[in-house]
């Protein structure tokens, strides 16, 4: 891949949306990785890469964020375009107006819109009125961005294989939920470890179950972290308690405790086992200190990664 290559790849991605992994097929999501890393190359190695110069990208926030936000910014920045954060309480959305009208508003100032919103319903009615490409920034449902920065850091370290098992720990939540298409689609062995109560919905099962039977590799499903977790390659986790779901943190804690990362249970796994998280982590809750500061933590190199792929993404989206 070089430079000129991406020209003619954006023919088959240019004025989609990107609101699930589902959006995506196996091979696209191997370009995507493929442009991330050339992109991310030219940029350590300090060469221009305007592929969006003149272009405008609306940066819409419901819900708090660090990575997200400076990412999206400084990528839509290096990529030669311009940022436009937009916060929720600031907008007329907040009053009143409907998505459908501040849908139809900004696509006629702005080239691509990415959303982090409460609900997928919002992405999805922005995605049907506007019609410039919307990308999912995080949703009740999923986290697409965030699977594709993990695994294209997975697939830098030669750990995206059909021998690597990936672990999730935790709750089935939006990042679990990409996560799980992800990985099926890419062919990685996935299990989810949760307390009970707590699994992925049955429509992202499906789908991730159908995937994992095509590529003739294993999904599944235990409530036993010490049985999940053996020979893990990967371990990922997140937080017990997700943006919006503040009012059942005492409940979840308690429901959660056993489910903890810490180094006896990281003992379980494989003597290389990566350690994965998506930030902003709970020290002491979900992952110990010793754990996310330890020798198999890749946690700030997913971190970084985040900026490498949504590069990527605008460059073919937008
Ligand atoms: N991982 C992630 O999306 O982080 P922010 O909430 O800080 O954007
Ligand atoms: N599951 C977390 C991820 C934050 C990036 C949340 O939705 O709050």
């Not at 699977?147 to 030669?158: C, H, Q, R, S, V």
């Amino acid at each position: 891949m070089n430079y000129s290559d991406i020209k003619k790849i954006k023919k088959q991605f240019q004025g989609r949306d990107l609101l699930s992994i589902s959006d995506l097929t196996k091979e696209e999501v191997v370009l995507l990785f493929e442009v991330a890393e050339l992109l991310k190359g030219m940029q350590k190695e300090g060469k221009p890469h305007p592929l969006l110069e003149g272009k405008t990208i609306a940066l819409l926030f419901e819900k708090p964020s660090t990575r997200t936000r400076v990412s999206f910014e400084v990528g839509t920045y290096q990529l030669g375009a311009y940022p436009l954060f937009l916060s929720y309480q600031d907008l007329q959305l907040g009053r009143g107006e409907t998505i459908a009208d501040t849908a139809r508003t900004l696509e006629r100032y702005v080239d691509a819109i990415m959303g982090r919103v409460f609900k997928q319903e919002t992405l999805e009615e922005l995605a049907q009125y506007a019609n410039i490409p919307v990308i999912n920034g995080l949703s009740d449902r999923e986290h697409p961005c965030q699977a594709l920065g993990d695994f294209f850091t997975l697939w830098e370290k030669g750990k995206m294989h059909k021998e690597s098992k990936f672990v999730f720990l935790g709750d089935g939540n939006n990042v679990c939920a990409s996560l799980a298409l992800l990985s099926t689609k890419l062919g990685v062995p996935f299990t989810h470890i949760s307390p009970p109560g707590y699994e992925l919905p049955l429509k992202i099962q499906e789908s991730a179950r159908r995937e994992a039977e095509e590529n003739a590799i294993s999904f599944s499903i235990t409530h036993n972290p010490e049985e999940g977790i053996k020979d893990a390659d990967v371990i990922y986790t997140d937080v017990w308690v997700s943006m919006g779901q503040e009012e059942e943190r005492e409940k979840r804690k308690r429901d959660f405790l056993p489910y903890q990362l810490n180094s006896s249970l990281l003992s379980l796994a494989k003597s290389n086992v990566v350690v994965m998280h998506c930030l902003p982590a709970r020290r002491g809750e979900e992952i110990t200190d010793e754990v996310m500061d330890g020798p198999h933590s890749i946690i700030f190199d997913q971190a970084e990664n985040r900026l490498h792929i949504q590069k990527a993404i605008l460059a073919l989206l937008v």
